[in-house]
């Protein structure tokens, strides 16, 4: 079977983790630290806090930039249900606009009519591996006076016009398997702003600024050493493993055919979180089948848009349409892009597509 991720846990991640364990500082301690910094030097940002999970940065970037009961916030229906999930957990209320079918992003050109007095951030994703056009939401972010907290949880050291997604605005990465680099479970905020970054860390610690004095409500967000021990093997191995991904998408853009492959607009650099295809002419199911049967798995994200989710349309109504995203859900397909693949696997997966989209 060729999976579609494959966590590629070596030696040296079990030697960290074992470190970890013999050195008797199992949480807050100084691979938290050293894994934090790292991640900052990264992403080409002041200052970086680990968190539990992305989900869990997610939320407390919400917080820290103050957004609550009655705040609407821009985002993409074409995402992991995290991303508008988060919104809902401070009180907030998300508003969605279309994506641009080529890329599956936010469709910059829609933001501005969704604006209301209400309006208080913009949370692009960075689907797949490949940021959102973020010249145009950082003006107008600026022009509307409003904060930008990117989900980057699929998009580690991706880049825009030669800047890393999540140095934006305030950036929110997840560290799950199956994403381009793990811890197990973490995530990660970034952020050049000293007060957001405060922010972050007194909530992430029950609100506390003093021992055991608590000024506002927190939350246990805290990452472990364990943890931060494997994604601060993880995060060495980021550029070799980010390449391999764009050697394996490089074949199959060249190699696929009947099918649409990712669009990279100039000046951007994707980082395949996901290879994923547009299969037209209503097949996509029947290729999904096509290829299991010859043991190649596949994924479809997401095959249902968050404003057609059963809790949101209990909540905000069955009213809301966004074309590009339905249609999308309905043709996306992912293929294995892992660095783990093997030459012969790729041949395998793009000669299979080929014959099934030129045999019906
Ligand atoms: C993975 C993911 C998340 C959530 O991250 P977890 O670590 O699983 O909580 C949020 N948004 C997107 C787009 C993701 O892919």
């Given at each position: 079977?060729i999976?579609?991720?494959?966590?590629?846990?070596?030696?040296?991640?079990?030697?960290?983790?074992?470190?970890?364990?013999?050195?008797?500082?199992?949480?807050?301690?100084?691979?938290?630290?050293?894994?934090?910094?790292?991640?900052?030097?990264?992403?080409?940002?002041?200052?970086?806090?680990?968190?539990?999970?992305?989900?869990?940065?997610?939320?407390?970037?919400?917080?820290?930039?103050?957004?609550?009961?009655?705040?609407?916030?821009?985002?993409?229906?074409?995402?992991?249900?995290?991303?508008?999930?988060?919104?809902?957990?401070?009180?907030?209320?998300?508003?969605?606009?279309?994506?641009?079918?080529?890329?599956?992003?936010?469709?910059?050109?829609?933001?501005?009519?969704?604006?209301?007095?209400?309006?208080?951030?913009?949370?692009?994703?960075?689907?797949?591996?490949?940021?959102?056009?973020?010249?145009?939401?950082?003006?107008?972010?600026?022009?509307?006076?409003?904060?930008?907290?990117?989900?980057?949880?699929?998009?580690?050291?991706?880049?825009?016009?030669?800047?890393?997604?999540?140095?934006?605005?305030?950036?929110?990465?997840?560290?799950?398997?199956?994403?381009?680099?793990?811890?197990?479970?973490?995530?990660?905020?970034?952020?050049?702003?000293?007060?957001?970054?405060?922010?972050?860390?007194?909530?992430?610690?029950?609100?506390?600024?003093?021992?055991?004095?608590?000024?506002?409500?927190?939350?246990?967000?805290?990452?472990?050493?364990?943890?931060?021990?494997?994604?601060?093997?993880?995060?060495?191995?980021?550029?070799?493993?980010?390449?391999?991904?764009?050697?394996?998408?490089?074949?199959?853009?060249?190699?696929?055919?009947?099918?649409?492959?990712?669009?990279?607009?100039?000046?951007?650099?994707?980082?395949?979180?996901?290879?994923?295809?547009?299969?037209?002419?209503?097949?996509?199911?029947?290729?999904?089948?096509?290829l299991k049967?010859r043991e190649i798995g596949t994924?479809?994200?997401?095959?249902?848009?968050?404003?057609?989710?059963?809790?949101?349309?209990?909540?905000?109504?069955?009213?809301?349409?966004?074309?590009?995203?339905?249609?999308?859900?309905?043709?996306?397909?992912?293929i294995p892009?892992?660095?783990?693949?093997?030459?012969?696997?790729?041949?395998k997966v793009?000669?299979t597509?080929?014959?099934?989209?030129?045999?019906?």
């Open positions: 079977m999976n579609m991720a494959k966590p590629i846990i070596g030696d040296e991640e079990k030697k960290a983790v074992l470190e970890v364990l013999d050195s008797g500082i199992l949480a807050q301690g100084p691979r938290v630290a050293a894994f934090e910094e790292g991640f900052a030097r990264m992403c080409g940002v002041k200052h970086a806090i680990a968190t539990s999970s992305g989900t869990t940065a997610l939320h407390l970037a919400l917080l820290a930039h103050g957004i609550g009961e009655g705040d609407e916030v821009i985002t993409s229906p074409f995402t992991f249900i995290a991303s508008a999930n988060s919104v809902l957990y401070v009180g907030g209320t998300p508003v969605f606009v279309d994506i641009d079918p080529r890329t599956f992003n936010m469709d910059v050109s829609k933001i501005e009519a969704a604006i209301t007095p209400h309006t208080k951030a913009i949370l692009p994703v960075h689907l797949y591996g490949l940021t959102c056009d973020m010249d145009a939401i950082m003006v107008i972010a600026k022009k509307h006076n409003l904060a930008v907290i990117e989900d980057a949880c699929q998009s580690h050291a991706a880049e825009f016009k030669g800047k890393r997604a999540g140095s934006f605005g305030t950036g929110t990465f997840s560290f799950y398997p199956t994403k381009n680099m793990t811890s197990a479970e973490g995530g990660m905020i970034t952020t050049d702003d000293d007060a957001i970054a405060e922010e972050c860390k007194v909530i992430r610690n029950h609100g506390m600024r003093r021992r055991y004095y608590h000024d506002e409500l927190g939350y246990n967000f805290r990452m472990t050493d364990v943890h931060a021990a494997i994604g601060n093997a993880q995060l060495g191995k980021l550029d070799t493993h980010n390449a391999k991904r764009a050697q394996n998408a490089a074949f199959y853009d060249s190699h696929l055919k009947g099918v649409t492959t990712p669009f990279v607009p100039e000046g951007y650099k994707h980082v395949y979180h996901q290879y994923t295809i547009r299969v037209p002419g209503g097949k996509r199911d029947a290729l999904r089948e096509y049967e994924e479809v994200y997401y095959p249902v848009p968050i404003h057609e989710q059963g809790f949101y349309m209990e909540m905000f109504g069955s009213h809301q349409v966004f074309p590009a995203t339905e249609a999308a859900a309905l043709e996306v397909l992912s892009v892992h660095p783990s693949l093997s030459q012969a696997d790729l041949e793009a000669n597509i080929n014959k099934f989209m030129a045999g019906k």
